[in-house]
């Protein structure tokens, strides 16, 4: 089959990208079925665990190999793999399954399917993204069982698969791989995250796309070409000469927007006549600091602190906890505010080694600083680092706590921080002099609340993920409901309003921390609404800055009350659109 072909997945990482389709995995993704190459004599046991470790080994190297290149985030992904090729739960079921004569690969793959079924069936974002991972694990198994060799592009290509396992995207050398296609996959697949990090193109869940590329193949004939444009998730299949063309225009305007925004780094973040935006990172864990600083943060607004906690068999100790907040607020410095958030554990973040109760409900259940009430160890730990690592770097730590719903909460909040300092001087140990404390205000109940919480903290910053989802009552991990989920929609910007009023008649900040606080839309209206900080994640502070410096004041008054008597988030997000668009 000839011809062009235009089809739509969800847009995983911005970016444009026209070149030859490279199809990985075109049986199945990374386990083609051929028989295993066994050494004579070898039983199958011996063959599954030797394999296994040369797995670990491999992946070891890879990860030493991208420390190098100093891309920490990414080689962890390779650690925790390596752990994965020898747990004894998995490596004991694929002998299990081979028993005395059984084919070794069959049974690895049976193993690493069967782990990442189970994975995959939890009802975990974050967790099921991992069965990726294990499966990719026993994928390399069966290569090394199998003496194979991974083909990887021969020129600059775009990667099409149902899923791209991580060892395989980063063997691929840089400047080989122009962007990533899958027909499966989510925004948090490791592909995407990798995408990112190399500021290339992804598009994940475009349904259609190995039939597309598959019926245009043949291994005769050239590799067929691709067009793709991350941001709004639009693939185009072989395309003609005027579509390429139409891409490749894309792509250069892409560039000179880039270039732009990076331009603007230098300056503080401004309106176009000169009003102030605090404009700060998002971050995960202590290695994301570096990008953060890299595009000019002026602090961290939200550093997610429950991601200290995943992965892992305990929680971490005071000390470790103590080092990591250390690293950040020393990265930083006294001039750029770090604000830590307690963890927000519950909800779509499980941690297995708590073993909180299973509920119906977890985003409306025991979640964050409920999670105090009954057990205040977690917190009290985590606080008495946090004083620890401002003593030890220096600085005032900022802290704030998520899901906070009632001034009750707010109580238990301040009097588990003096209890933690407490205990720290009673022993002797050194501890910040003081602490900024806020709240996240993203509970209907804290929005109403607004005005007496605002008395009784240092500063808020608005969850607009959360806000949103309880707002319209949408379930934010619920893909059918996706349209209800715009944080543009003019009842959470009139819950937005009401906080930030509250906030001024208490003369505290208001900050956004939620995803709508880096989209250029949002954060003009954000800024409209009196927003005084916004907070997102590294590679959406550009875009946000760049949008900024080309409105006024009074523009930004005039869209916010707009947006606010608007009937939808479309209206909202056109509104917000005819600022942004080039004149002419
Ligand atoms: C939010 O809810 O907007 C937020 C920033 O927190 P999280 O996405 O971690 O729940
Ligand atoms: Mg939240």
Known sequence: MTGTV???????????????????????????????RQVPGQRPDDAIRAAAAETARQLDALAGRIRDLGREQEAAIFDAQSLMALDPTLVDDAVQRAGEAGDPADAVRAAAGAAAELLASLDDEILSARAADVR????????????????????????VSDDLPPSVTAEIPPGFLLGIALAGGSKTAHAVILARSLGIPAIVGISGLIAAVDARTSPSAPPVAMAMDGERGEVIV???????????????????RRADAAGLRERPTATADGERVLLVANIGTPDDAPRALAVRAEGVGLFRTEFLFMSRQTAPTETEQAEAYCRVLEAFGPERPVVIRLADIGGD????????????????????????????DLLLTQLRAI??????????????????????????????????????????????????????????SAAFLAPELARRVDFFSIGTNDLTQYILAADRGNAALAAFQDALHPAVLRAIAGVVAGADAAGIPVAVCGELAGDPAGALILVGLGVDE???????????????????RPQLDALARSALDASDAETVREMAGALLAPAG
């Open 349 to 376: 973040k499980a941690i297995p080694y708590l073993q909180l109760a299973p509920e119906q409900n977890p985003f409306l259940g025991v979640r964050a600083i409920r999670l105090a009430y009954a057990n205040p």
């Open 238 to 256: 072989d395309p003609g000469t005027l579509e390429a063309a139409e891409f490749r225009q894309r792509e250069a305007d892409l560039a000179l």
């Open 136 to 159: 990719d694990v026993g994928a390399r198994i069966c290569r090394v069982l199998r003496g194979e060799v991974l083909h990887l592009p021969a020129v600059p290509s775009i990667a």
């Open 534 to 552: 916004l907070s997102a994640d590294a590679g959406s502070l550009d875009g946000v800055r760049a949008a900024l410096a080309r409105v006024t």
């Open 6 to 36: 235009k089809l739509m997945g969800v847009a995983g990482a911005p970016g444009i990208a026209v070149g030859p389709i490279w199809r990985f995995g075109a049986t199945e993704p990374g386990l083609p079925a051929t028989t295993s």
């Open 387 to 444: 004083w620890r690592a401002g003593a030890a770097a220096n600085v005032v730590p900022h802290v704030m706590a998520p899901m906070v719903a009632t001034i009750a909460d707010v109580e238990l909040l301040m009097s588990l921080r003096d209890q933690a300092r407490e205990s720290l001087v009673g022993n002797g140990l050194p501890a910040a002099e003081r602490m900024v404390t806020g709240i996240m205000v993203e509970v209907p």
